[in-house]
């Protein structure tokens, strides 16, 4: 019992070290081969010009960085020849996937070398030398005008050339250029209309066709417009009545005073209480003392301003018989 024992121990040991071999002689003979992957190439070489489908920008690839996977590029035009040039001479860097990924459009390939910035060239500006002296005001006339109205002068002076223009300047305000303007070498004439200018002191100034300008500083002073009578009612009275009269005409603003005023002007009868119930209309209380002299008179209107409208045989003081 005990050779049969010894026996099949060792035969067990035997059959373990045959699997135990062969396992390791089946591993052993196993060989693991490594993938190795090749980055794609480059898709675009020096010189190419691309762009996408978005948009009109054309950019030429100047080198390309294998290493690092990385383009340089500017942005370049198609000049009217056919040929190309940098729009700037800045140089751009990005990755292979960005420029591949955005601009998929290959327009052509070019040398490198032949796409230069070009420095825009800056025209020469000719020095243009006048002939002749240049326009010179020496006189205005009239001096004075009034908001609102029309103003025609003349002025005086040397060296107008044909063509010339005529301005009435205040400052702070978009001059005025006359109307109707006749002009000789020595005297321009032509209308202003004042009806944007403010009151004050007025410059005008004389423009050649050449460029050449003349300046009259304070020429003409702009004044508040003076008020106008068209008609009144009534015409006439007799002495010791009293009257309510009406006024009518333009600009009665500010009125003060409304007098009748005898033809030698040594008389003066105040119409009292003038009210204005528009710039158009004024009425007020005309008072004839029996004293009154019978006759033709004028009638004025004086404003705050002191501005003054007049209209001459405007009334009647009938005889104290009538």
């Known amino acids: ?109 070019v040398s490198v070398a032949s796409v230069t910035y070009a420095t825009p060239t800056v025209p020469t500006t000719v020095q243009t030398t006048l002939s002749g002296n240049g326009p010179i005001i020496s006189a205005v006339s009239p001096t004075t005008g009034a908001i609102g109205s029309s103003l025609s002068v003349t002025v005086t002076g040397s060296n107008f050339q044909n063509g010339a223009s005529l301005r009435l300047v205040q400052p702070g305000l978009q001059p005025i250029a006359a109307s109707g303007v006749s002009v000789t070498s020595t005297q321009i004439t032509g209308t202003f209309n004042l009806a944007s200018m403010n009151a004050g002191p007025a410059n005008v100034q004389v423009v050649n066709p050449d460029g050449r300008s003349a300046l009259l500083n304070s020429a003409v002073t702009i004044g508040v417009a003076s008020p106008t009578i068209s008609s009144i009612s009534p015409t006439s009275g007799s002495p010791g009545q009293t009257y309510t009269m009406t006024l009518n005409g333009q600009t009665f603003t500010n009125v003060q005073l409304v007098n009748l005023v005898s033809s030698s002007g040594s008389t003066e009868i105040p119409c009292t209480s003038p009210s204005a119930s528009a710039d158009t209309k004024i009425s ?31 009334f009647t003081i009938n005889n104290a018989t009538s």
């Open 1 to 109: 019992m005990t050779v049969k024992s010894s026996y099949g121990l060792m035969l067990g040991l035997i059959l373990v070290l045959c699997v135990l071999f062969a396992g390791c002689s089946s591993q052993s003979s196993t060989t693991t081969i490594a993938k190795v992957t090749t980055p794609p190439a480059a898709k675009y070489t020096a010189g190419d010009i691309i762009t996408n489908n978005a948009s009109s920008s054309f950019w030429l690839i100047t080198s390309y960085d294998s290493t690092n996977n990385l383009y340089n590029r500017v942005l370049v035009q198609k000049n009217s020849d056919g040929t190309w040039s940098q729009v700037t001479g800045a140089s751009l860097q990005d990755t292979k996937m960005d420029v591949e990924k955005l601009y998929q459009v290959l327009v052509t390939q």
């Open 284 to 314: 007020c209380s005309l008072v004839l003392p029996s004293s009154a002299t019978p006759g033709v008179y004028g009638i004025e209107v004086i404003t705050s301003d002191g501005t003054t409208g007049t209209m001459n045989s405007a």
